[in-house]
C-alpha cells in the first residue's frame, strides 16, 4: 500500500466530501447508544454542518442575484527578464 506524504493534500470533489460526511454521520450513528448524551451532540452537530453549508448557499445565490461574478478573471502580467 502506497503511504502519502502528510503534506500532500488530496483533491476529492464537492460531491465526494458530502458523500463522505453523510457516511459519518451514518456510521456514528450505528454505534451510539439510543437516548445518549453524545448522540444529542452528533445531532447538534449535524444540523450546525447543514446550516453551514445553507449559508455558503445563501451567499453564493446572493451573490449571483447582484450579478456579481464568481470571482474574478486573474490576468497574466508580463514581465521582462533581464
Same mark, same amino acid.
Given at each position: 500500500? &502506497?503511504?502519502?506524504?502528510?503534506? +500532500?493534500? *488530496? !483533491? %476529492?470533489?464537492? *460531491? &465526494?466530501?458530502?458523500?463522505? @460526511? /453523510?457516511?459519518?454521520?451514518?456510521?456514528? +450513528?450505528?454505534? %451510539?447508544?439510543?437516548? /445518549?448524551?453524545?448522540? +444529542?451532540?452528533?445531532?447538534?452537530?449535524? @444540523?450546525?454542518?447543514? $446550516? /453551514?453549508? #445553507?449559508? @455558503?448557499? !445563501?451567499? #453564493? %445565490?446572493?451573490?449571483?442575484?447582484? /450579478? $456579481?461574478?464568481?470571482? *474574478? !478573471?486573474?490576468?497574466?502580467?508580463?514581465? $521582462?527578464? !533581464?
Amino acid at each position: 500500500m &502506497e503511504k502519502k506524504n502528510p503534506k +500532500e493534500k *488530496e !483533491d %476529492i470533489g464537492t *460531491e &465526494e466530501a458530502f458523500r463522505s @460526511l /453523510g457516511r459519518f454521520f451514518s456510521w456514528m +450513528e450505528g454505534r %451510539i447508544v439510543p437516548h /445518549g448524551e453524545f448522540r +444529542e451532540h452528533m445531532k447538534k452537530s449535524r @444540523l450546525e454542518c447543514l $446550516k /453551514g453549508i #445553507r449559508s @455558503l448557499i !445563501d451567499e #453564493r %445565490i446572493a451573490g449571483l442575484e447582484k /450579478g $456579481k461574478p464568481k470571482r *474574478e !478573471d486573474k490576468k497574466a502580467t508580463r514581465v $521582462k527578464v !533581464d
